[in-house]
């Protein structure tokens, strides 16, 4: 992939990131993350895969 294309994984993730982060927030101010467990947990699962190919695609893209 070009420097490019990986920018625009970078920018694409981040913005999953963004709003995987407001989610959990409105999950937390309400108290969902007990009631719906396994769904708080695969927005947690959501948010560790797109930080983490997130940051492969920023080591690619710098090496």
Do not use: N
């Amino acid at each position: 992939m070009s420097p490019e294309q990986h920018q625009q994984v970078i920018d694409r993730l981040e913005a999953v990131i963004r709003e995987t982060q407001e989610t959990l927030a409105r999950f937390e101010a309400t108290g969902m993350e007990t009631e719906l467990p396994a769904d708080y947990d695969k927005l947690l699962e959501i948010l560790d895969s797109a930080v983490k190919s997130q940051r492969a695609h920023t080591l690619a893209m710098l090496g």
